[in-house]
């Protein structure tokens, strides 16, 4: 049951889920089924998030599904949501702060609500518990003509043909690290793309290291076959250890050049090989996004493909108590793995709050029959996911393709000599300090796309995202929060 999308004083809820993706969305319906009260919260005007992105209803798409694999269980759930008297969905809610109240112990979810955020109402969701669904984004590396109109994120490309049914150019160079571009090459050439090639800076020999991790999901080689059965019928070439490592056109991509890369993703001198086209597009991977989690202090690990992820217990509940956490958030693993979390947090979520209830509860709870076969599919395919990112975990060597003038930080356009000159000259020894100096990551985006490359043009380790603000807030938004109650321990004596 979808509730009005605006609300400033929303009612108390057993459970927030954040990320209407299919962990959140599996999630609420999980516990909205148990008999708890579950505010869906997310961005986006329909569900499904990223993966099951679906075209504007005002397009008139006929069939959206033959856009997604994987679209019966989307359908299924959606089906279930809309059965569910006890869940809210709430959208068009932008996320940019979530409190935990020391007095009551209950979470108090800050939103903005809205098309975009930028000029909307502001919302306050509290309840017992919270789940995070907040999904991943796309890892970008910087590269020569990177800014330039036609260069797209690999996912956006994607975004794009599901969304909005149109295409970044006729003839695109899908180019990155990562299975994301066999399914992004094969998705643009059945809607009629011409790709030149799939430029992928790793390979996939590295796969047989990791044995057990196949033999467990035979699936994801019979899904890779799939996309590669595809782009051989559309006769385009993979071709792997190699990047795109220049863009070239005045005012939009005209080409692109591509060069051998070693092991460590340095472009071998020599190897370079111009490719036309209309358009690139370009992604190294996902990234969990958990800033909203690491604004409340949660345990984070780093992964094999150099980024953070949420550390949870076997409840897939965090550090933080009552805070429980599925999908990318816990380790880039697809939308199947997802799908699981999504479940197995959703009815944990609902034995422990539906406990403190009383226990009023139906009766699809967490029993052990339920639990224990998600629990083994999660283990299987999170063993996938963890040779899937040391697979094609990038290499340092990739500074190697940047030129001086190269913008890392587009929203302050910081050029990566900018960047070396205040390691080098200015004294600067941590990221920090080159924000300080450069303005590297102080933009629109606040450091979403930039600061790794930062910190490996500082020599600096990636760090976790700490922000206090998740999205751009209006002051008027935060002049609107009622004051602070008094603390009695505080007051004088």
Known sequence: MTSPAEQDSSPAYDLVVIGAGPAGLAG???????????????????????????????????????????????????????????????????????????????????ALVGADGTDATPARISARGLLLATGAV?????????????VISAGGAQ??????????????????????????????????????????????LGYARHPRALALNPGKAAEALTHARALVRHKVPVRTRTAVTEVHGT???????????????????????????DAVAVGHGLVPQIDLATALGCEVRRTADDAYALVTDDSLETSVPALWVAGESRGVGGAELALAEGELAGLLAAARLGDRAGGQLTGRTASTSRTTPLRRRIARMRT????????????????????????????????????????????????????????AGMGWCQGRICSSAVACLAGEPSAPDRRLLSTPVPLSAL????????????APQ
């Open 384 to 439: 996938f996911a963890d040779a899937m990112a040391a697979v094609h975990a990038p290499g340092p060597g990739w500074t190697g393709w940047l030129a001086g003038d190269t913008e890392v930080c587009r929203c302050e356009e910081v050029t990566a000599d900018r960047i070396r000159e205040a390691t080098t000259e200015l004294g600067a020894r941590d990221t920090r300090t080159v924000k300080l100096l450069t303005r």
């Open 479 to 490: 002049a609107a929060l009622p004051p602070q109650p008094a603390d009695p321990s505080e």
């Open 138 to 150: 796309e890892r970008q590396l910087p590269f020569p003509g990177w800014t330039l109109p036609g």
């Open 251 to 277: 005012e939009r991509v005209e080409a692109v050049t591509v060069s051998r890369l070693d092991r460590t993703w340095r472009p071998v001198p020599g190897t370079g090989r111009r490719i036309a086209c």
């Open 159 to 204: 975004a794009m043909l599901k969304s909005g049914l149109v295409l970044p150019g006729r003839r695109i160079v899908v180019a990155g690290s990562g299975p994301l571009l066999l399914a992004a090459a094969s998705s643009l050439t059945a809607a009629g793309a011409r790709v030149p090639a799939v430029v992928d800076a790793t390979g996939y």
């Open 28 to 110: 609420a319906v999980a516990a909205g089924e148990a008999g708890l009260r579950v505010a869906l919260v997310d961005a986006g005007e329909q569900t499904g998030g990223q993966f099951y992105r679906s075209p504007s209803p005002g397009l008139g798409a006929r069939r959206p599904e033959a856009l997604h694999h994987g679209w019966s269980a989307y359908a299924s759930l959606r089906a279930r949501l809309d059965r569910c008297a006890g869940i809210s969905h709430l959208a068009l809610h932008h996320v940019w702060s979530v409190v935990r109240e020391d007095r009551d112990p209950t979470w108090t979810v800050h």
